[in-house]
């Protein structure tokens, strides 16, 4: 038997085993003889001890192709799948974003990717928009998110989950169940994905990608350059957006109150933690910081530029890059900057 189909037969055993759990809190008695252990503790032992062989119960689940990093340590979506699988047995508890107490089906979803450094909005709605579109279930990936809407009272999906791969899926259903593994009962409302596809090195490179280094005599080209292998962004990136924002002028001050090299606002910059918007070191830093998690988060150089511009809720209302003429030019110009650097 190969080990798609051990880590497959695996899957189904850990899903019946959580549904025994649903169901009163049935155990399962361990040959070793030290008492009862409970369905998320003894899937957990499986996961366990076949990664003891050298095996991973999430090698059949990665459709991205990725398979391990330096260390050893998992990525893409069966990255995803594993942290995901962390929280089986849990109780649905609304409002919930505890691995220890419990969660609710949005705040499963963000505390995953949270973990992996993936900054997802709180709501099912809004992470149902975040990333990029998947065009149906054939296309669908382990680690993309399945959503749906059930209710005409709420506007956009109501209920997400983690596709993990085999038609299936991990989700905090409702009050009174616990999260699980269960097949996929319909075809989703939404399906939108966040980690970067297969053979992108790093979700920062989505498109609009360039090279490292600035061009000599750039000013603040040190900065630039170290906070773009900090933060895995291509220092161009940095160097054009500083350009567009101040024209490199670290004492800049818009007529909105965006201050420094970067334009920090006074808010943006606080939650950076930034203490101080017209020191260049800070506001770089701050600012690749911001530009990496929207990134992430939007999938794209061109969405996180648009969302650096006119904030995410723009991106995230319009799906895309906001039909704000300022906006639009923006990008156009950031991008335009870029690719005469490459």
Request: hydrophobic share 40%; net charge positive; proline share 5%.
């Amino acid at each position: 038997m190969s080990v798609s189909d051990v880590t497959a037969r695996i899957a189904q055993i850990q899903a019946q085993l959580v549904q025994l759990g649903d169901t009163g809190g049935a155990t399962t008695t361990a040959s070793t003889g030290t008492g009862t252990t409970s369905a998320s503790e003894f899937a957990s032992a499986l996961d366990s001890s076949l990664a003891a062989v050298g095996g991973s119960t999430d090698s059949s689940f990665d459709g991205a192709g990725a398979t391990a990093a330096a260390g050893g340590a998992s990525t893409g979506g069966s990255a995803v799948v594993a942290e995901a699988r962390k929280y089986l047995g849990l109780p649905y508890v609304w409002g919930g974003e505890s691995i220890t107490k419990g969660v609710d089906c949005s705040g499963l979803v963000q505390s995953v990717y949270k973990t992996l450094g993936y900054d997802l909005p709180r709501l099912s709605a809004d992470q149902a928009r975040s990333g990029r579109k998947v065009e149906s279930m054939a296309q669908a990936q382990p680690g993309d998110l399945i959503a749906w809407n059930n209710s005409s009272r709420n506007s956009g999906a109501d209920h997400i989950a983690i596709y993990i791969g085999d038609g299936k899926m991990i989700e905090a259903p409702r009050t009174g169940l616990k999260v699980r593994i269960v097949d996929v009962p319909s075809t989703p409302d939404y399906i939108r994905r966040v980690l970067p596809d297969s053979g992108v090195a790093s979700a920062s490179r989505v498109s609009g990608a360039a090279p490292a280094r600035v061009a000599a005599g750039t000013p603040y080209a040190n900065l630039f350059s170290s906070a773009a292998a900090k933060y895995d962004l291509p220092a161009t990136l940095l160097s054009a957006v500083a350009k567009q924002e101040s024209g490199y002028n670290p004492r800049a001050v818009s007529p909105a109150g965006a201050q420094g090299l970067m334009q920090l606002m006074p808010g943006t910059a606080k939650g950076l933690g930034v203490t101080n918007s017209f020191d260049p070191a800070q506001a770089v830093d701050g600012a690749a910081r911001m530009l990496r998690d929207l990134t992430r988060r939007f999938g794209s150089t061109e969405l996180a530029l648009a969302a650096y511009n006119a904030g995410p809720g723009a991106v995230l209302k319009y799906n895309g890059v906001p039909p704000y003429p300022e906006t639009q030019r923006y990008v156009r110009n950031v991008m335009s900057m870029m690719k005469a650097a490459s």
